[in-house]
């Protein structure tokens, strides 16, 4: 297996097109830097591709476990690195802001790992149903397989949607099975086995227990806690062009549900009360931050007669 050069590498300037549109500060860390590690090593491999490609040989009989990590994040050619890249801007955008970047990269990790493991077992078992040896020869890299235990994932949590594989409408929980399907019709030279094991390693997780092996794995369940507190703690906030810092974007614990105007009469109505409290008490008692209710409603001729008075002494 040996990479394919032919002049300028378009996939590659295509997928630094598609990068800029969407735009670096809008690409999540671990999504951004997972993409980066692939063009690197795609421009500047650690070893040739038939060194850290994945096999049953290599993998388990010669027990060269490295390519285990190697294997996922190196490509073909450019439209290999291109297509999967891609795949992975998209998928990772969405997953990244929805999981968070702590719990995202922790999955990255495992997924990439644990999906060469699934893929020799795969590739065994094939060679013993079939009694082919060959298939413990077949040699994969890429990070497709990882990408369709993402597309897995990210169906578990963004459920109800559709897909339109090669003109077929099918729902998203079903898209997978038909494009595994599709992708090996259109290109015999995948590897159906690579793109399979994803698939049954993000079902392992959405709905097996690799999800509760990871969280034990993790410590306890710090890492997946604390990622679901931190999307919690952002997704309150909004960011306002020009301001340099988050203000909350939920207001009602702040203005107690009232509308604008009501806001404004009962901002008035404390602010007089604060001055008589301020002028006639010495209690030390701590007010609440926001908008408060007293006890006593002042009426109408009330207000109007301590706002002249406070009138009167500015």
Same mark, same amino acid.
């Given at each position: 297996?040996?990479?394919r050069?032919?002049?300028v590498d ?13 735009g670096?500060e809008n ?9 980066? =590690?692939n063009?690197? !090593?795609?421009l500047?491999?650690?070893k /040739?591709?038939l @060194?850290?490609c994945?096999? #049953? ?5 010669q027990k060269?476990w490295?390519?285990l ?32 970047s702590v719990?995202?990269?922790y ?10 493991i699934?893929?020799m077992? =795969?590739e065994?078992? !094939?060679?013993?149903l079939?009694n082919? /040896?060959?298939? @413990?020869?077949n040699?994969? #890299? ?11 994932l990210?169906n578990?949590h963004?459920?109800?949607g ?8 099918v729902s998203s929980?079903y898209a ?10 259109c290109?015999?030279g995948?590897s159906?086995?690579?793109?399979l ?8 997780y959405? =709905?097996?227990?690799l999800?509760?092996?990871m969280?034990?794995t ?9 990622s ?8 309150g ?10 203000t909350?974007?939920?207001?009602d ?9 009501e806001?404004?009469?009962?901002a008035?109505?404390n602010?007089?009360?604060d ?12 007010r ?11 009426s ?12 009167e002494?500015?």
């Amino acid at each position: 297996m040996q990479r394919r050069r032919r002049g300028v590498d378009v996939g590659l300037i295509l997928l630094f097109s598609q990068v800029f549109q969407v735009g670096l500060e809008n690409i999540p860390p671990v999504t951004l830097g997972t993409l980066a =590690l692939n063009v690197f !090593l795609f421009l500047k491999p650690l070893k /040739p591709l038939l @060194k850290v490609c994945i096999s #049953v040989d290599q993998g388990y009989y010669q027990k060269d476990w490295q390519r285990l990590l190697l294997a996922p994040v190196h490509h073909a050619n450019d439209w290999h690195l291109y297509f999967n890249m891609v795949s992975l801007l998209w998928k990772g955008i969405k997953l990244e802001r929805k999981l968070g970047s702590v719990l995202f990269g922790y999955i990255i990790a495992v997924f990439s790992v644990l999906i060469g493991i699934v893929y020799m077992v =795969l590739e065994f078992a !094939l060679a013993g149903l079939l009694n082919d /040896p060959s298939y @413990k020869m077949n040699c994969a #890299v890429g990070f497709s397989g990882v990408l369709f235990a993402l597309k897995v994932l990210n169906n578990h949590h963004h459920p109800g949607g559709t897909s339109n594989i090669m003109g077929i409408r099918v729902s998203s929980r079903y898209a997978c099975w038909l494009e595994l399907v599709a992708i090996h019709l259109c290109s015999p030279g995948t590897s159906f086995a690579g793109h399979l094991a994803g698939i049954l390693v993000g079902l392992m997780y959405t =709905l097996g227990p690799l999800k509760m092996l990871m969280k034990a794995t993790a410590g306890g369940f710090s890492y997946f806690n604390d990622s679901v507190r931190q999307r919690d703690y952002y997704s309150g906030y909004s960011r306002h062009p020009g301001y340099p810092y988050n203000t909350p974007g939920d207001y009602d614990t702040y203005t107690g549900g009232l509308t604008e105007e009501e806001q404004f009469e009962r901002a008035l109505r404390n602010s007089l009360h604060d001055r008589d409290f301020s002028a006639g008490s010495h209690s030390n008692e701590r007010r609440p931050y926001g908008f408060w209710f007293p006890s006593e409603q002042l009426s109408e001729e009330e207000m109007r007669r301590q706002r002249l008075n406070r009138f009167e002494r500015w």
